[in-house]
């Protein structure tokens, strides 16, 4: 016997049984920062059978304090994610296969990488990516785990279909805005505190314990000591677009998508939202202005200007990225300072 | 009055007798959140109705999106 995993099959809701189990299962990781770096590492320790990670960005200093799996040198060559993840984890555990992928992800990508997945883990940075993986979860019938982290505040819910009220029904809409990790700043405890509810309950799924599932909506503040997990059943709705009686799954048509486009010739990328939006323009000029970027405003539009990126947002909803003809670069630049 | 949120004691002016109001408060109206009240959750379109009173227990749960 492999002495490897020993004390994990010493745990007894685990055992032998169970840890075979989790070596035949596959995990999708849907982003490679602080949350997914967190849970890749818990995952390939715990020796599951295959992991796909993905993420769209590069490694930078900033990253450092949290996303556990970077080094140094890895934001000096600015790595991407996924590849610096890939090599570290194959040296924690060379008998998982890794499978890692430098890639933008919305649906089309999402469909490519489902096949065979038992389990999807949430470590993005934006409600638009959440709600695709939402309706793919409820479309394949694949369970998956929402985690996010602001602060010292973190929050996590598993979806199983047909079962639990899907992020759909929780939200009713998609948030726009609010703070983000860029914005508000994040401390690692809250991330690692994330990372440890959403890699229980992958556990517990992947050797099929059921019933030692959380079953409620569970949120925490480190810094102000809170702790709050409050059942939410009776929030699923039978009418659901996404996980209801007769769904549509609304978040893989083309309509609700966040929509980009390069605007020609100007090395300018536009972003505009699923929907006509009124942004209070005065209070992102405050935030952003906290940002160390410079901050410019008219009745119109808002000018922000971050080392060699200009972003300029319009009441509506739209904004332009200037300074790049990328679009996974443009779309990080607006989750992180836009949510 | 005194409430009692996310197990902290809380003194919030007398006005405040809903939901909405208390969340309009806190300055999180805006905010995707889910509230519950003395143990039982709250659709999110009965805010406006649904009234507190002096020791209510109230836990509000806010959506983050970063990670």
Same mark, same amino acid.
């Given at each position: 016997?492999?002495?490897?995993?020993?004390?994990?099959?010493?745990?007894?809701?685990?055992?032998?049984?169970?840890?075979?189990?989790?070596?035949?299962?596959?995990?999708?990781?849907?982003?490679?920062?602080?949350?997914?770096?967190?849970?890749?590492?818990?995952?390939?320790?715990?020796?599951?059978?295959?992991?796909?990670?993905?993420?769209?960005?590069?490694?930078?200093?900033?990253?450092?304090?949290?996303?556990?799996?970077?080094?140094?040198?890895?934001?000096?060559?600015?790595?991407?994610?996924?590849?610096?993840?890939?090599?570290?984890?194959?040296?924690?555990?060379?008998?998982?296969?890794?499978?890692?992928?430098?890639?933008?992800?919305?649906?089309?990508?999402?469909?490519?990488?489902?096949?065979?997945?038992?389990?999807?883990?949430?470590?993005?940075?934006?409600?638009?990516? &959440?709600?695709?993986?939402?309706?793919?979860?409820?479309?394949?019938?694949?369970?998956?785990?929402?985690?996010?982290?602001?602060?010292?505040?973190?929050?996590?819910?598993?979806?199983?279909?047909?079962?639990?009220?899907?992020?759909?029904?929780?939200?009713?809409?998609?948030?726009?805005?609010?703070?983000?990790?860029?914005?508000?700043?994040?401390?690692?405890?809250?991330?690692?505190?994330?990372?440890?509810?959403?890699?229980?309950?992958?556990?517990?799924?992947?050797?099929?314990?059921?019933?030692?599932?959380?079953?409620?909506?569970?949120?925490?503040?480190?810094?102000?000591?809170?702790?709050?997990?409050?059942?939410?059943?009776?929030? +699923?709705?039978?009418?659901?677009?996404?996980?209801?009686?007769?769904?549509?799954?609304?978040?893989?048509?083309?309509?609700? &998508?966040?929509?980009?486009?390069?605007?020609?010739?100007?090395?300018?990328?536009?972003?505009?939202?699923?929907? &006509?939006?009124?942004?209070?323009?005065?209070?992102?000029?405050?935030?952003?202005?906290?940002?160390?970027?410079?901050?410019?405003?008219?009745?119109?539009?808002?000018?922000?200007?971050?080392?060699?990126?200009?972003?300029?947002?319009?009441?509506?909803?739209?904004?332009?990225?200037?300074?790049? +003809?990328?679009?996974?670069?443009?779309?990080?630049?607006?989750?992180?300072?836009?949510? | 009055?005194?409430?009692?949120?996310?197990?902290?004691?809380?003194?919030?002016?007398?006005?405040?007798?809903?939901?909405?109001?208390?969340?309009?408060?806190?300055?999180?109206?805006?905010?995707?959140?889910?509230?519950?009240?003395?143990?039982?959750?709250?659709?999110?379109?009965?805010?406006?109705?649904?009234?507190?009173?002096?020791?209510?227990?109230?836990?509000?749960?806010?959506?983050?999106?970063?990670?």
């Amino acid at each position: 016997m492999s002495e490897r995993y020993s004390r994990q099959e010493l745990f007894s809701p685990i055992g032998k049984d169970g840890q075979s189990k989790i070596s035949r299962k596959h995990v999708l990781v849907i982003g490679a920062g602080a949350l997914g770096t967190g849970s890749a590492e818990a995952l390939v320790r715990a020796g599951v059978g295959k992991l796909t990670i993905v993420d769209r960005d590069y490694v930078e200093w900033s990253n450092l304090q949290r996303q556990q799996l970077y080094v140094e040198e890895d934001a000096k060559q600015r790595m991407p994610k996924t590849v610096a993840a890939e090599k570290r984890l194959r040296m924690i555990n060379s008998e998982v296969d890794i499978q890692a992928s430098v890639l933008d992800v919305s649906v089309e990508e999402i469909e490519q990488l489902i096949d065979e997945v038992d389990l999807i883990m949430d470590a993005t940075d934006n409600f638009d990516i &959440r709600m695709i993986i939402n309706d793919i979860s409820q479309k394949y019938q694949i369970p998956w785990i929402y985690g996010a982290c602001v602060g010292s505040y973190g929050i996590s819910h598993t979806i199983l279909p047909g079962e639990t009220p899907c992020l759909h029904c929780l939200l009713e809409t998609v948030p726009m805005g609010g703070v983000t990790c860029d914005t508000a700043g994040i401390i690692s405890p809250a991330v690692q505190m994330v990372v440890a509810y959403q890699t229980t309950e992958a556990m517990k799924l992947l050797v099929e314990d059921y019933h030692a599932l959380r079953k409620k909506l569970v949120s925490f503040d480190l810094w102000k000591n809170h702790h709050t997990a409050i059942g939410v059943d009776k929030l +699923k709705k039978e009418d659901c677009s996404s996980c209801g009686q007769s769904p549509t799954y609304p978040f893989l048509s083309f309509e609700n &998508r966040t929509k980009t486009a390069v605007l020609c010739g100007r090395d300018t990328v536009q972003i505009r939202p699923p929907e &006509r939006m009124n942004r209070d323009l005065e209070k992102l000029a405050t935030i952003l202005s906290e940002q160390g970027g410079r901050v410019s405003l008219n009745p119109y539009l808002l000018s922000f200007q971050i080392e060699k990126h200009r972003l300029v947002l319009f009441k509506d909803g739209r904004v332009l990225i200037h300074g790049t +003809k990328d679009i996974a670069k443009a779309k990080t630049l607006y989750h992180r300072y836009l949510g | 009055m005194e409430l009692i949120i996310n197990g902290d004691k809380v003194e919030v002016p007398n006005k405040i007798t809903t939901v909405s109001s208390l969340l309009q408060h806190f300055g999180i109206n805006q905010k995707v959140v889910i509230v519950e009240l003395n143990q039982s959750i709250l659709e999110k379109g009965s805010h406006q109705e649904t009234t507190i009173s002096d020791r209510d227990k109230i836990e509000i749960v806010n959506f983050v999106g970063g990670g």
